[in-house]
């Protein structure tokens, strides 16, 4: 964490929720899949004297947070990753050619066949919200946010100011890491988590977070522990007559619930 000081005042950034998981976006444009929970970040502005600044009297609509991704380590930016769909294609005559996967470059990196790697809205306007102590706060919240690639990273966020017209241009003042999180192919994505308290208290003042009451599993999961189960009723139905048969019967019923589920709720 980096704090810095202008018009006398300082300013410092603090994780007031860290991310940590999420299911692998793809290269469309519209494809979303938003990080769980959304990071949402606190900006601590603090007079000269080292009192906390009245946020009530600031217009914090101009305050910015940028988001960009980096390694677990916090080391290497991770800007760009290697889009398939653009590589150039080469025939192999080796039987069982393994295809190359995608891989993270830095944003130095002269390949052109890649996109960012992480999209959605990476830049957020400052809110003033009410904690779950009911305290007043400048607060960003990224909940439009997807990352192309599988694997564990780190955000890094960066506060900046408008420019004023007989000052100095907009400039970072304050930085802040995440804590590291997991990006999970579609396979492997365990699902999204229930809100946290947070999210629900910035949800009822405006804030547009999808608010989720119970945890939701993943398709995959779902339809392989409904397979599982009607593997159980069809050997039960085979020697429990008739009651096995309306097992089986409303089985179905569920599955068929569950195959018509929106592609959202996978997120």
């Known amino acids: 964490m980096m704090a810095y000081e202008r018009n006398n005042r300082t300013y410092e950034l603090q994780m ?10 793809g290269f469309g444009e519209k494809d979303r899949r938003p990080m769980d929970p959304p990071p949402i970040l606190k900006l601590i502005v603090r007079n000269e ?10 217009d914090v609509n101009f ?14 930016p991770c800007t760009l ?9 080469t025939t192999s005559t ?27 809205s990476t830049v957020a306007s400052g809110n003033l919200l009410f904690n779950l102590a009911n305290e007043p706060g400048v607060y960003f919240v990224f909940q439009d946010i997807s990352v192309r690639s599988e694997g564990v990273f780190t955000l890094k966020f960066s506060f900046t100011l408008p420019p004023t017209p007989d000052g100095p241009p907009s400039s970072v003042m304050a930085t802040v890491f995440s804590e590291q999180f997991t990006i999970f192919s579609a396979k492997r994505f365990p699902g999204m988590t229930e809100s946290t308290p947070l999210s629900k208290c910035f949800a009822k003042q405006g804030i547009k977070i999808p608010i989720r009451k119970e945890p939701r599993i993943s398709r995959a999961k779902r339809m392989a522990g409904g397979m599982a189960v009607d593997g159980q009723e069809r050997r039960g139905s085979s020697t429990g007559g008739e009651g096995g048969s309306a097992g089986l019967s409303l089985l179905s019923n ?14």
Not at 63 to 76: G, L
């Open 16 to 25: 007031a929720q860290n991310p940590i998981r999420a299911r692998m976006c």
């Open 63 to 76: 305050y910015m947070v940028i988001a960009d991704i980096y390694s677990a380590d916090r080391a290497t």
């Open 254 to 267: 569920q599955d068929r619930e569950m195959i018509s589920e929106s592609e959202d709720d996978d997120c």
């Open 94 to 120: 080796i039987p069982n050619a393994v295809e190359p996967a995608m891989s993270v470059m830095s944003l130095s990196s002269t390949n052109l066949m890649a996109s960012r790697n992480l999209t959605g």
């Open 49 to 58: 004297d080292g009192t906390l600044a009245d946020v009530s009297q600031m």
């Open 81 to 89: 990753v290697a889009n398939p769909a653009m590589a150039p294609q």
